[in-house]
C-alpha cells in the first residue's frame, strides 16, 4: 500500500497551521502580557487551554484522515442523532456560560454542544442532499436541507444563543448553492439577508435595492414571475425589518442592532456602542505597521470586551497593524478557495459537499465575526474560526476542515464506491 | 459541482473579503488618527514623578536626616481570593476578622483599584507577603518615604519639620505657579532647613506618560518611556552644621532652657545651633497625632520657639566689649583712650551707689582692666557719656536691633532702643535708663544669633559675616553642585583695629584671670565674656557667654544663653567652652578643668517658669 497520505493536501494543513499559531499569538498577548496581573485567575490560563485544545484538534484531524470516507456516510445520520440529542442534554443538564445554556460536561471535560452541532449538521446535509441528488428532485431536498439545519437551529435559539443559530441559517443558502438547488431559488432566499442588514441602514436605500433585485432576476431570467418574486421578497424584507425595529423589538434590542452603524453617538457609546467603539479604537491604533507584539495600549489595557474570544481581531489588527490583520484575511481568503477547488476536484459528491460546507461554514464566521469586530454588522458573539480562544469551535473547525482534507485524500477511493 | 456554482462560490469568498479588507484598510489606514486618537484617549495618563526629598547632611558628610521606607499592604478586592483571607491573616499577624473589615472598606472605596488598608508594617511582614504574593493575588504592597534623623542630634531648629501640604497652602501655591508641583498628600518642610530650602530639598516633578489599563491601572510605558520628563532640580544638603557638637550642646542642656549659636568667625558658618527644650522631629512624619500637637503648642516651655534666633533678653555683661568699643571709637575716653581711667568706688556716684552698683571696689580702671573684672561703674560713666543715636547707630553696625541675613527665616531683629524711645521716657530718667545699656541691662533685647555673630567680629577683628547653615547643594544623581544662598557680601566695620586689640585683650584676660577663668580650655587661649541678663519678676537671672577660640586665628565663636540659671559663669560660660574645646580638640581629655565644666554645666538647672509643671 502507497503512504496514505500521499493525496493530502498539504497547503490546507499549512494555513490551518499559520491561523492557528496567529491565534495563539494574539491570545498569549491578550492574557500574557502586562495585563495579566489584571485578570481573573479563570482567564490567565487561556493560552495554555488553547495550545491544549490546538493538540486535541491536531489528533481529531489524524484520526479522521484515518477513516474511510464511506463511514462517514454510514455514520452521518447517526451523527446527526447524536447532535440532536447533545443539544437537548445540554438545553436540559447544561451549564449557562456568557447567557447560553449550551456547555456539556463529561467530568471536569466541558464543550459547546452548538459548536459541535455543526459537524453533525453538515454530516447529515451532505448526505441527505447527495442520496436525494441520484432522485434528481433537488426543490424538495432544499426543503429537506432547510429541516435539517433549522431543527438544531432552533434548539440553539432555545439555549439563547442567536447568534450561533443565525450561522446554521446561513449555511442553508451556501449549502442549495453547492447542491444541485436551482440559483434562482438560491438568489432569492440571498435577497432576503443582504436587503435586511441594508434595511437596518436605511430602509429607503432597502426599497432603491429591492427594486434592484427585481430588475437583476427579470433580466438573469427574463421571467416576470421571478422578478416579482424577487421584488416581493425585498418589499417583504423591508417591510418586517422596519415593522420590526419601530414596534415590535423593545428600544434596548433595536439599540443594539442599529448602533453598529453609529457607535460613536453618545446613546450608544457607553453601552451598546462600547466594544465596536473600543475595538475600532484598537484597530486605528494599529496603523500599518502595529504596535508590536504585547505592545498593543488597548490589548494590553483591556480596553476590548472579549479580546481574546469574539474580538481577537482587534487584537492582531493592534499589534500587527494592516499588515498583520490583512495577511489573515489572506489566509483565510486562500483556505476557502482553496476548500472550494478541492470540493470541485473531489468527484464524489458527497466528499465535495462536505469541502464546500466547510468552505461555506468557514466563511459566514469569517463574515459575521469580522462584521462585527470592523464596525459592519450588530455585534453578534460568536467565534473567528481557528484564531479565537475557545476549544469546542477550535475542535469543531479543525474535524470540519479533516472532512474535507480526509475527502480529498481518498478521492480515488470514491470512485470504487 | 458545475462549474458555475463553483465560480459563484468563489465569487462570495472574494466578496466578502473584499468588503472586509477595505473597511480594516479605512479603519487602520485611512481613518487611522481618528481612532487612534480615542485610543490615546483611552488609556494614556500623565503620571507624576516625585524625587525623593533630598537628604541632609552635616559639615562632616555624617547624614542627618534621609528617607526611610514605610512598608503598607494594599488590597484590591476584585482581584483578592477570600481563601486566602486566613493566609493574609497569619503573615499580619491579625485576626480573621480584621482583614474582612478591611477588605469591606475597600470595596467601598473602589473594588479595582488597590487600597492602603495595612500601613507602617514591619519589612518582617512585607517581605513575607511578597513571597508569597503568588497566593495572594488583589495583594498588593506600597513603599512611601518617611522623614529619618539617624543622629542622636536632634537639630529640630535647624533642621526643621515636614507636614502635609494644607488645602490653603495648596490654593495658594496653585494660583501662584505651577500647580502640578504640589498635591493633596504631598509633603512641604514647615520650619528650619526644610522650609528654607524647600524648593531644592523637594525639586520639580517629572512626568511619566503611562498606558493605564481599563480598570484605572498602569500597565507600560508609552513610547518605551522615551517622552517621559525625568525629576529635575532636587538637591541633598549639606550643612556646616557640626552634628557631634550639635548633640553634645544638647546633652549639656538638660533641665535647661536656652540656646546656643555657634559660628565659623572667618565665614559665618552655623557650626551648632540649638535651642531647648526641642522635640523629636520623628513625631511629624504623617500626621502628627493631635494629642501630640496640642501638648507641644499649650507647653509653657515652647519647645516648638526657636530660642536660638529668637529669644530676647538683655545681654548683661557681654555688652561691655560693645559698649568699650563705641566709647573709644567715638572718643568718650577722651585723647589718651585706653589708657583713660575711670575711678570705681564700688557704685557710680549718680544715684549715691543706691542704684548703680558694681561688683567691687576697682579703684582706677582703663578700659582693658574695665572688661576683664566686668566693672560696672566704667560702663555706666561711659554710657552717661555716650549719644543715644550713635548707640543705636553701633548696636546696629555689629548687627543688633536688625534682622541677620541668615538663610532660614523665623528670628527677630532684637530690640535697641533709640532715642525715639527716649522721647517717650521723662528727661530726668533719661540718664538712669541710658546707663543700664552700659552695661546691657534694662529695655533692651538681643538673640543668641546676635550675641554669637558679635563675638564673631570681635574674633576676626570687626567682619561681619552672614550666618549661614547651608555650604552647598548637591544633586544625588548629576553630582552637580551649587551654592546656596548667594550671600550677602561680609561687612567690615569701621572699627580701629587698636580699639579692637584692646578689647579683645581685655576678653583674653577674662578667660585668664577674670570672670570667666574657670571656663578656660585647657591649653587654648580664648577670649570671653561672660553676662547675666536680668530677668523680669521674681526669676532667678539668665546666665549668658560669648567667646571665641584660639586667640589669635579663631575658628569658632560661640554665644550661650541659659534662661532663669543664675549667671553667667555659672552655667553658660563651661557650656561655651566645652563646645569649643570639643570642636578644636575633637575630643575632650579627661582632666579636673573638664570635670569642674561638666559638673556645673550639668547640674545648672532652669528655674521652672510655671509651677503646675511638673
Same mark, same amino acid.
Given at each position: 500500500?502507497?503512504?496514505?497520505?500521499?493525496n493530502?493536501?498539504? *497547503?490546507t494543513?499549512?494555513?490551518?497551521?499559520?491561523?492557528?499559531?496567529?491565534? /495563539?499569538?494574539?491570545?498569549?498577548?491578550?492574557?500574557?502580557?502586562?495585563?495579566?496581573?489584571?485578570?481573573?485567575?479563570?482567564?490567565?490560563?487561556?493560552?495554555?487551554r488553547?495550545?491544549?485544545? =490546538?493538540? $486535541?484538534?491536531?489528533?481529531?484531524?489524524?484520526?479522521? =484522515?484515518?477513516?474511510?470516507?464511506h463511514w462517514?456516510?454510514?455514520?452521518?445520520?447517526?451523527?446527526?442523532?447524536?447532535?440532536?440529542?447533545?443539544?437537548?442534554?445540554?438545553?436540559?443538564?447544561?451549564?449557562?456560560?456568557?447567557?447560553?445554556?449550551?456547555?456539556?460536561?463529561?467530568?471536569p471535560?466541558?464543550?459547546?454542544?452548538?459548536?459541535?452541532?455543526?459537524?453533525?449538521?453538515?454530516?447529515?446535509?451532505?448526505?441527505?442532499l447527495t442520496?436525494?441528488?441520484?432522485?434528481?428532485?433537488?426543490?424538495?431536498?432544499a426543503?429537506?436541507?432547510?429541516?435539517i439545519?433549522?431543527?438544531?437551529?432552533?434548539?440553539?435559539?432555545?439555549?439563547?444563543?442567536?447568534?450561533?443559530?443565525?450561522?446554521?441559517?446561513?449555511? &442553508?443558502?451556501?449549502?442549495?448553492?453547492?447542491?444541485?438547488?436551482?440559483?434562482?431559488?438560491?438568489?432569492?432566499?440571498?435577497?432576503?439577508?443582504?436587503?435586511?442588514y441594508?434595511?437596518?441602514?436605511?430602509?429607503?436605500?432597502?426599497?432603491?435595492?429591492?427594486?434592484?433585485?427585481?430588475?437583476?432576476?427579470?433580466?438573469?431570467?427574463?421571467e416576470?414571475?421571478?422578478?416579482?418574486?424577487?421584488?416581493? #421578497?425585498?418589499?417583504?424584507?423591508?417591510?418586517?425589518?422596519?415593522?420590526?425595529l419601530?414596534?415590535?423589538?423593545?428600544?434596548? %434590542?433595536?439599540?443594539?442592532?442599529?448602533?453598529?452603524?453609529?457607535?460613536?453617538?453618545d446613546e450608544?457609546?457607553?453601552?451598546?456602542?462600547?466594544?465596536?467603539?473600543?475595538s +475600532?479604537?484598537?484597530?486605528?491604533?494599529?496603523?500599518? /505597521?502595529?504596535?508590536?507584539?504585547?505592545?498593543?495600549?488597548?490589548t494590553?489595557g483591556?480596553?476590548?470586551?472579549?479580546?481574546?474570544?469574539?474580538?481577537?481581531?482587534?487584537?492582531?489588527?493592534?499589534?500587527?497593524?494592516?499588515v498583520?490583520?490583512?495577511?489573515?484575511?489572506l489566509?483565510?481568503?486562500?483556505?476557502?478557495?482553496?476548500?472550494?477547488?478541492?470540493?470541485?476536484?473531489i468527484?464524489?459528491?458527497?466528499?465535495?459537499? /462536505?469541502?464546500?460546507?466547510?468552505?461555506?461554514?468557514? =466563511?459566514?464566521?469569517?463574515?459575521?465575526?469580522?462584521?462585527?469586530?470592523?464596525?459592519?454588522? @450588530?455585534?453578534?458573539?460568536i467565534?473567528?474560526?481557528?484564531?479565537?480562544?475557545?476549544?469546542?469551535?477550535?475542535?469543531?473547525?479543525?474535524?470540519?476542515?479533516?472532512?474535507?482534507?480526509?475527502?480529498?485524500m481518498?478521492?480515488?477511493?470514491?470512485?470504487?464506491? | 459541482?458545475?462549474?458555475?456554482?463553483?465560480? /459563484?462560490?468563489?465569487?462570495?469568498?472574494?466578496?466578502? &473579503?473584499?468588503?472586509?479588507g477595505?473597511q480594516?484598510?479605512?479603519?487602520?489606514?485611512?481613518?487611522?488618527?481618528? %481612532?487612534?486618537?480615542?485610543? %490615546?484617549?483611552?488609556?494614556?495618563?500623565?503620571?507624576?514623578?516625585?524625587?525623593?526629598?533630598?537628604?541632609?547632611?552635616?559639615?562632616?558628610?555624617?547624614?542627618?536626616v534621609?528617607?526611610?521606607p514605610?512598608?503598607?499592604?494594599?488590597?484590591? @478586592?476584585?482581584?483578592?481570593?477570600?481563601?486566602?483571607?486566613?493566609?493574609?491573616?497569619k %503573615?499580619?499577624?491579625?485576626?480573621?476578622?480584621? &482583614?474582612?473589615?478591611?477588605?469591606?472598606?475597600?470595596?467601598?472605596?473602589?473594588?479595582y483599584?488597590?487600597?492602603?488598608s495595612?500601613?507602617?508594617?514591619?519589612?518582617?511582614?512585607?517581605s513575607?507577603i511578597?513571597e508569597?504574593?503568588?497566593?495572594?493575588?488583589?495583594?498588593?504592597?506600597?513603599i512611601?518615604?518617611?522623614?529619618?534623623?539617624?543622629t542622636n542630634?536632634?537639630?529640630?531648629?535647624a533642621?526643621?519639620?515636614?507636614?502635609e501640604?494644607?488645602?490653603?497652602e495648596?490654593?495658594?501655591?496653585?494660583?501662584?505657579?505651577?500647580?502640578?508641583?504640589?498635591?493633596?498628600?504631598?509633603?512641604?518642610?514647615?520650619?528650619?532647613i526644610?522650609?528654607?530650602?524647600?524648593?531644592?530639598?523637594r525639586g520639580?516633578?517629572?512626568m511619566?506618560?503611562k498606558w493605564?489599563?481599563?480598570?484605572?491601572?498602569? #500597565?507600560?510605558?508609552?513610547?518605551?518611556?522615551?517622552a517621559?520628563q525625568?525629576?529635575?532640580e532636587?538637591?541633598?544638603?549639606?550643612l556646616?552644621l557640626?552634628?557631634?557638637?550639635?548633640?553634645?550642646?544638647e546633652s549639656?542642656?538638660?533641665?535647661?532652657?536656652?540656646?546656643?549659636?555657634?559660628?565659623?568667625?572667618?565665614?559665618?558658618?552655623?557650626?551648632?545651633?540649638?535651642?531647648?527644650?526641642?522635640y523629636?522631629?520623628?513625631?511629624f512624619?504623617g500626621?502628627?497625632?493631635?494629642?501630640?500637637?496640642?501638648?507641644?503648642?499649650?507647653?509653657?516651655e515652647?519647645?516648638?520657639?526657636?530660642?536660638?534666633?529668637?529669644?530676647?533678653m538683655?545681654p548683661?555683661?557681654?555688652?561691655?566689649?560693645?559698649?568699650?568699643?563705641?566709647?573709644?571709637?567715638?572718643?568718650?575716653?577722651?585723647?589718651?583712650?585706653?589708657n583713660?581711667?575711670?575711678?570705681?568706688?564700688?557704685?557710680?556716684?549718680?544715684?549715691?551707689?543706691?542704684?548703680?552698683?558694681?561688683?567691687?571696689s576697682?579703684g582706677?580702671m582703663?578700659v582693658?582692666?574695665?572688661?576683664?573684672?566686668s566693672?560696672?561703674?566704667?560702663?555706666?560713666?561711659?554710657?552717661?557719656?555716650?549719644? $543715644?543715636?550713635?548707640?543705636?547707630?553701633?548696636?546696629?553696625?555689629?548687627?543688633?536691633?536688625?534682622?541677620?541675613p541668615?538663610?532660614i527665616?523665623?528670628?527677630?531683629?532684637?530690640?535697641?532702643p533709640?532715642?525715639?524711645y527716649?522721647?517717650?521716657?521723662?528727661?530726668?530718667?533719661?540718664?538712669?535708663?541710658?546707663?543700664? =545699656?552700659? #552695661?546691657?541691662?534694662?529695655?533692651?533685647g538681643?538673640?543668641?544669633?546676635?550675641?554669637?555673630?558679635?563675638?564673631?567680629?570681635?574674633?576676626?577683628?570687626g567682619?561681619?559675616?552672614?550666618p549661614?547653615?547651608?555650604?552647598?547643594?548637591?544633586?544625588? !544623581?548629576?553630582?552637580?553642585?551649587?551654592?546656596?544662598?548667594?550671600?550677602p !557680601?561680609?561687612?567690615?566695620?569701621e572699627?580701629?583695629?587698636?580699639?579692637?586689640?584692646l578689647?579683645? +585683650?581685655?576678653?583674653?584676660?577674662?578667660? !585668664?584671670?577674670g570672670?570667666?577663668?574657670?571656663?578656660?580650655i @585647657?591649653?587654648? *587661649?580664648?577670649?570671653g565674656k561672660?553676662?547675666?541678663?536680668?530677668?523680669?519678676?521674681?526669676?532667678?537671672?539668665?546666665?549668658?557667654?560669648?567667646?571665641?577660640?584660639?586667640?589669635d586665628s579663631?575658628?569658632?565663636?560661640?554665644?550661650?544663653?541659659?534662661?532663669?540659671?543664675?549667671?553667667?559663669?555659672?552655667?553658660?560660660?563651661?557650656?561655651?567652652?566645652?563646645?569649643?574645646e570639643?570642636?578644636? +580638640?575633637?575630643e575632650?581629655?579627661?582632666?579636673?578643668?573638664?570635670?569642674v565644666?561638666?559638673?556645673?554645666?550639668?547640674?545648672?538647672?532652669?528655674?521652672?517658669?510655671a509651677?503646675?509643671?511638673?
Open positions: 500500500m502507497r503512504s496514505w497520505y500521499r493530502l493536501d498539504f *497547503p494543513l499549512l494555513i490551518w497551521l499559520s491561523l492557528c499559531v496567529c491565534g /495563539l499569538v494574539a491570545i498569549y498577548s491578550s492574557t500574557h502580557g502586562e495585563a495579566q496581573e489584571f485578570l481573573l485567575n479563570t482567564v490567565q490560563n487561556s493560552f495554555q488553547q495550545l491544549m485544545w =490546538l493538540g $486535541i484538534s491536531a489528533c481529531a484531524l489524524v484520526v479522521i =484522515l484515518m477513516i474511510p470516507m462517514f456516510i454510514r455514520l452521518a445520520p447517526l451523527a446527526y442523532l447524536a447532535t440532536i440529542g447533545l443539544l437537548i442534554i445540554a438545553l436540559i443538564a447544561g451549564r449557562e456560560v456568557g447567557g447560553a445554556r449550551s456547555w456539556v460536561y463529561l467530568g471535560f466541558g464543550f459547546q454542544s452548538s459548536e459541535l452541532a455543526k459537524v453533525g449538521s453538515l454530516l447529515m446535509s451532505a448526505f441527505v442520496s436525494r441528488m441520484k432522485a434528481n428532485n433537488t426543490s424538495n431536498s426543503l429537506i436541507v432547510s429541516g439545519l433549522g431543527l438544531p437551529a432552533l434548539l440553539i435559539i432555545l439555549q439563547n444563543d442567536l447568534g450561533t443559530a443565525l450561522v446554521f441559517a446561513g449555511f &442553508i443558502p451556501i449549502l442549495w448553492l453547492c447542491s444541485g438547488v436551482p440559483l434562482r431559488i438560491v438568489g432569492l432566499i440571498i435577497i432576503f439577508p443582504v436587503i435586511g441594508i434595511a437596518i441602514l436605511s430602509w429607503q436605500l432597502a426599497l432603491g435595492f429591492t427594486a434592484v433585485a427585481g430588475l437583476t432576476a427579470w433580466f438573469a431570467t427574463r416576470l414571475k421571478w422578478a416579482t418574486a424577487a421584488a416581493l #421578497v425585498g418589499a417583504i424584507t423591508v417591510g418586517t425589518a422596519s415593522f420590526a419601530q414596534s415590535v423589538l423593545q428600544p434596548h %434590542h433595536v439599540a443594539r442592532i442599529v448602533s453598529f452603524s453609529n457607535p460613536e453617538a450608544y457609546r457607553a453601552g451598546v456602542g462600547f466594544h465596536l467603539v473600543q +475600532k479604537a484598537a484597530l486605528g491604533s494599529g496603523g500599518w /505597521l502595529g504596535q508590536g507584539f504585547l505592545q498593543g495600549s488597548q494590553q483591556r480596553y476590548i470586551p472579549e479580546q481574546s474570544t469574539d474580538f481577537v481581531f482587534s487584537v492582531i489588527g493592534e499589534e500587527w497593524g494592516f498583520g490583520g490583512g495577511l489573515i484575511l489566509l483565510f481568503t486562500i483556505l476557502m478557495l482553496r476548500l472550494t477547488w478541492l470540493a470541485k476536484r468527484d464524489h459528491p458527497f466528499g465535495s459537499l /462536505l469541502a464546500a460546507g466547510a468552505a461555506g461554514i468557514f =466563511l459566514i464566521h469569517v463574515c459575521v465575526n469580522l462584521g462585527m469586530v470592523l464596525g459592519l454588522l @450588530p455585534v453578534i458573539g467565534p473567528l474560526p481557528f484564531l479565537s480562544y475557545g476549544g469546542s469551535a477550535l475542535l469543531t473547525n479543525t474535524v470540519l476542515l479533516s472532512l474535507a482534507l480526509g475527502a480529498y481518498r478521492r480515488a477511493d470514491f470512485v470504487l464506491y | 459541482m458545475n462549474k458555475t456554482r463553483y465560480i /459563484l462560490l468563489n465569487c462570495a469568498v472574494t466578496c466578502v &473579503i473584499s468588503i472586509l477595505l480594516l484598510f479605512r479603519l487602520q489606514v485611512v481613518e487611522q488618527k481618528d %481612532h487612534s486618537e480615542i485610543a %490615546h484617549g483611552n488609556a494614556l495618563r500623565n503620571i507624576r514623578v516625585l524625587p525623593a526629598r533630598g537628604s541632609i547632611y552635616d559639615r562632616n558628610g555624617v547624614l542627618l534621609h528617607n526611610v514605610e512598608y503598607t499592604i494594599t488590597l484590591t @478586592p476584585k482581584f483578592f481570593n477570600e481563601e486566602r483571607i486566613p493566609l493574609l491573616a %503573615h499580619l499577624g491579625v485576626a480573621d476578622s480584621i &482583614i474582612n473589615q478591611s477588605l469591606e472598606e475597600a470595596r467601598k472605596y473602589n473594588p483599584r488597590p487600597s492602603s495595612f500601613s507602617n508594617v514591619s519589612f518582617e511582614q512585607y513575607r511578597i508569597d504574593s503568588h497566593l495572594l493575588p488583589g495583594v498588593g504592597t506600597e512611601k518615604q518617611q522623614r529619618h534623623y539617624p542630634a536632634r537639630s529640630s531648629h533642621l526643621g519639620y515636614v507636614g501640604i494644607n488645602k490653603q495648596l490654593n495658594e501655591i496653585s494660583s501662584e505657579s505651577d500647580s502640578a508641583l504640589y498635591r493633596q498628600g504631598d509633603i512641604l518642610g514647615r520650619t528650619g526644610e522650609r528654607g530650602y524647600e524648593p531644592w530639598l520639580v516633578p517629572g511619566a506618560r493605564v489599563n481599563v480598570y484605572g491601572l498602569e #500597565v507600560m510605558a508609552y513610547a518605551q518611556g522615551q517621559d525625568k525629576p529635575r532636587y538637591y541633598d544638603i549639606h556646616s557640626d552634628s557631634q557638637i550639635q548633640e553634645f550642646a549639656l542642656f538638660v533641665n535647661k532652657r536656652g540656646a546656643v549659636v555657634a559660628l565659623d568667625p572667618n565665614n559665618g558658618e552655623i557650626i551648632a545651633l540649638v535651642s531647648k527644650p526641642d523629636p522631629l520623628e513625631i512624619n500626621a502628627i497625632e493631635d494629642e501630640n500637637w496640642q501638648s507641644l503648642i499649650s507647653h509653657s515652647q519647645p516648638l520657639y526657636n530660642r536660638a534666633t529668637m529669644n530676647l538683655p548683661g555683661s557681654t555688652w561691655k566689649p560693645f559698649m568699650a568699643l563705641l566709647g573709644l571709637s567715638e572718643g568718650l575716653l577722651g585723647k589718651e583712650g585706653g583713660t581711667t575711670i575711678f570705681c568706688p564700688g557704685y557710680h556716684p549718680i544715684g549715691r551707689g543706691r542704684f548703680f552698683r558694681c561688683l567691687a576697682h582706677e582703663n582693658v582692666e574695665a572688661i576683664q573684672s566693672c560696672n561703674t566704667f560702663f555706666f560713666e561711659l554710657a552717661r557719656r555716650m549719644d $543715644i543715636s550713635s548707640f543705636k547707630k553701633y548696636a546696629n553696625l555689629f548687627g543688633f536691633g536688625i534682622e541677620a541668615i538663610d527665616g523665623e528670628q527677630t531683629p532684637g530690640l535697641i533709640d532715642s525715639a527716649f522721647g517717650r521716657i521723662r528727661s530726668y530718667e533719661v540718664e538712669a535708663a541710658k546707663m543700664n =545699656l552700659g #552695661v546691657g541691662q534694662g529695655d533692651m538681643v538673640t543668641p544669633l546676635q550675641l554669637a555673630r558679635y563675638a564673631s567680629a570681635l574674633a576676626n577683628g567682619v561681619l559675616h552672614p549661614h547653615l547651608v555650604k552647598y547643594l548637591v544633586n544625588p !544623581e548629576t553630582n552637580e553642585q551649587i551654592v546656596i544662598p548667594d550671600l !557680601e561680609p561687612v567690615k566695620l572699627i580701629d583695629s587698636t580699639y579692637m586689640n578689647v579683645r +585683650k581685655g576678653m583674653r584676660l577674662v578667660m !585668664e584671670e570672670t570667666g577663668v574657670m571656663a578656660q @585647657p591649653d587654648i *587661649p580664648s577670649a561672660t553676662g547675666t541678663a536680668q530677668a523680669p519678676g521674681n526669676f532667678e537671672d539668665h546666665s549668658v557667654f560669648i567667646m571665641f577660640a584660639p586667640f579663631p575658628k569658632i565663636a560661640i554665644a550661650v544663653q541659659c534662661e532663669n540659671t543664675g549667671d553667667g559663669s555659672q552655667c553658660a560660660a563651661p557650656i561655651a567652652s566645652l563646645l569649643a570639643k570642636f578644636l +580638640k575633637g575632650i581629655p579627661p582632666s579636673w578643668r573638664t570635670s565644666r561638666m559638673d556645673r554645666a550639668l547640674s545648672t538647672k532652669s528655674q521652672t517658669l509651677l503646675t509643671d511638673q
